[in-house]
């Protein structure tokens, strides 16, 4: 993760995990970073303020973990400003992937992935508490690929069947259903899309249709056997995204699904 200021700036970055750097043209250039290391660059206005910067990661993430490219330089800092960095250092860090915490003067921003949207919330939260409302925030944590593996590798590349030009699950769709409920119970709250999908045969306005019943019965069934309903949404997307030709018979089976997405 990274951490990075002609206004003082800072910017972390970690490798693996969360890190720091701050980048500024009169900053040196930030060598390749390590597995496992975290990188501080940018421009601060004296030693003292770079040495607290470097205390304060080196006690978050370890002394041998920290790299240090941070110059010093004639910048102009907010009022208390190292004490709202010392603040927004912190061990909710370690928590980010591939990360990067950029402070410039008094615009943070943060980015990497998360394991899970409750995290993402509560680190964001956590950052815009620790700062008073003069500091804009930009959060731009993301969930881990992780997440929405969990419900491709449930589905299986299967498909949700229903009764042929209808929106009424069959057995074999309900048992796909079932499954999905449980990989969905164990991503605590997250929104999740699910898009209907048809092969071209018809009339594209009809596939629509059908397409936007069949994912509502969906979202009507995993509602009914505990997932939230207002953490689903429905949408029919007809045939206008298709993953096989439709030429063929078996294509036109795989373009008639059902997907499910992770909602960002």
């Given at each position: 993760m990274r951490f990075f200021t002609q206004r003082a700036l800072l910017a972390f970055f970690v490798t693996c995990h969360a890190g720091i750097a701050a980048a500024q043209n009169t900053a040196p250039a930030p060598a390749a970073a390590q597995p496992?290391?975290?990188?501080?660059?940018?421009?601060?206005?004296?030693?003292?303020?770079?040495?607290?910067?470097?205390?304060?990661?080196?006690?978050?993430?370890?002394?041998?973990?920290?790299?240090?490219?941070?110059?010093?330089?004639?910048?102009?800092?907010?009022?208390?400003?190292?004490?709202?960095?010392?603040?927004?250092?912190?061990?909710?860090?370690?928590?980010?992937?591939?990360?990067?915490?950029?402070?410039?003067?008094?615009?943070?921003?943060?980015?990497?992935?998360?394991?899970?949207e409750a995290l993402r919330q509560r680190i964001a939260s956590n950052v815009a508490t620790n700062l008073n409302p003069t500091y804009t925030v930009n959060n731009g944590l993301r969930v881990s690929a992780a997440e929405q593996a969990l419900l491709d590798n449930t589905l299986a590349n299967r498909t949700v069947e229903f009764d042929s030009g209808k929106a009424t699950l069959t057995p074999t769709g309900r048992a796909i259903l079932d499954e999905m409920v449980a990989a969905m119970l164990k991503l605590k709250g997250r929104r999740i899309e699910i898009i209907g999908h048809t092969d071209s045969a018809g009339l594209r306005a009809s596939n629509v249709s059908l397409s936007q019943a069949r994912a509502a019965t969906v979202k009507a069934y995993l509602a009914a056997h505990g997932i939230a309903e207002e953490n689903l949404s429905a949408s029919g997307q007809g045939p206008d995204r298709p993953i096989a030709s439709n030429d063929t018979a078996e294509g036109r089976a795989r373009n008639r699904r059902i997907e499910f997405r992770l909602a960002q």
């Open positions: 496992g290391q975290v990188t501080a660059s940018g421009t601060v206005p004296d030693e003292a303020t770079k040495a607290a910067v470097l205390a304060k990661l080196r006690e978050v993430y370890g002394a041998d973990r920290v790299v240090d490219q941070i110059a010093i330089g004639p910048v102009a800092m907010p009022a208390n400003w190292n004490g709202y960095v010392q603040k927004l250092i912190t061990p909710d860090l370690r928590q980010i992937s591939r990360g990067q915490l950029k402070i410039d003067g008094s615009n943070v921003s943060l980015r990497g992935e998360v394991a899970n």
